[in-house]
């Protein structure tokens, strides 16, 4: 049976927040090496990777696979793609610092470490996967990030990285003005408000953003990642889309948001308009991904709104495609 995958994350917390806490009076702060070599030190989970992975692939960790919903074993949506030494985050849901710290751990990966947090993508600006922003810009910085943030998302990043920044202002201006003498220039964010085509590109990665459509918003996308060794197409928030199936043609792995179609035939006439139009049902997915030919299928971000179950999600998916199918769960890798 697999364990609770909550075990490790509140563990963590509880390592990083009591070094966070300091010491008694008169004793220096507990630094970020400190930290981590506490928490090394606990007890391993299962599956806990001791040693390194091999640096010349590409890895997919699933930070928070969670919905709005308060579960204390999935945290906010938030996945990580490392290849390269870098890990590029798609969204920043609740917890993300926290929860790329314990996957580094589980994963073997230093490029989760905060300090070497720097790239993000947003999908959409809905707040699940926005809260661990303002986490994502200080946290690292407190911890030692060497260059400035990236960000890359929809129109309206902009206003919203501004108004984050001045609402820590003083919390800024304390740690650049005092004791720490944190470098101001650092704490500021490098935004790329995006649209559909090539986004992101260097010597490892190639992202390509593509519109979705998620109910009445604006702008929403999703995200194709292209490396020597894999192609990952990241559904991001969407309704039913065809034009997905011809995105990810031939991709290795399709990540995709899904709810239950057994549980969403259960509630009432409302909820089923909504998540109808919002997000998109497991047996869906599974067309999708067959049309598509992908590789493997990952489901994260899952709704089972009445009832329902992770193997009752997957066979639905399984209606249509018959490659692998994940129920996706936090620290998951592949």
Request: aromatic share 6%; hydrophobic share 40%; charged share 20%.
């Amino acid at each position: 049976m697999r364990p609770p995958t909550y075990t490790l994350g509140l563990v963590l917390c509880s390592s990083v927040l009591a070094s966070c806490a300091g010491s008694p009076a008169g004793d220096s702060p507990v630094s970020l090496d400190q930290t981590v070599e506490a928490a090394e030190a606990l007890p391993p989970r299962a599956g806990t990777q001791t040693a390194p992975r091999d640096p010349s692939r590409t890895w997919i960790v699933l930070l928070g696979t969670g919905t709005p919903g308060a579960e204390p074993d999935r945290f906010g949506p938030a996945t990580a793609v490392v290849s390269g030494g870098t890990a590029y985050l798609i969204d920043a849901g609740p917890g993300v610092v926290r929860r790329a710290m314990a996957g580094a751990l589980v994963s073997g990966l230093p490029a989760l470490q905060p300090q070497n947090l720097r790239v993000v993508f947003f999908t959409h600006l809905h707040s699940d996967h926005t809260i661990g922003y303002p986490d994502l810009i200080l946290s690292p910085w407190v911890l030692g990030r060497a260059v400035r943030l990236q960000a890359y998302g929809p129109p309206g990043l902009d206003a919203m990285t501004t108004a984050l920044l001045e609402a820590y202002r003083e919390d800024i201006r304390v740690r650049v003005e005092g004791p720490e003498q944190l470098r101001r220039d650092l704490v500021t964010v490098e935004t790329h408000e995006i649209e559909p085509g090539l986004i992101y590109e260097d010597a490892v990665m190639r992202v390509e953003a593509f519109a979705v459509p998620h109910g009445t918003w604006d702008h929403a996308f999703g995200f194709k990642l292209t490396t020597a060794d894999r192609t990952i197409v990241i559904s991001g928030d969407t309704g039913p889309f065809d034009g997905l199936a011809e995105i990810a043609a031939g991709a290795d792995v399709l990540i995709h948001e899904a709810y239950s179609a057994e549980g969403l035939r259960r509630r009432e006439p409302e909820t089923q308009l909504y998540h109808g139009t919002f997000h998109t049902s497991a047996v869906k997915v599974g067309e999708i991904a067959a049309q598509a030919g992908v590789g493997m299928v990952i489901l994260h971000h899952q709704l089972h709104l009445v009832g329902g179950t992770a193997e009752q999600m997957v066979e639905q998916v399984r209606i249509s495609f018959d490659g692998e199918v994940v129920y996706g769960r936090d620290l998951d890798v592949f």
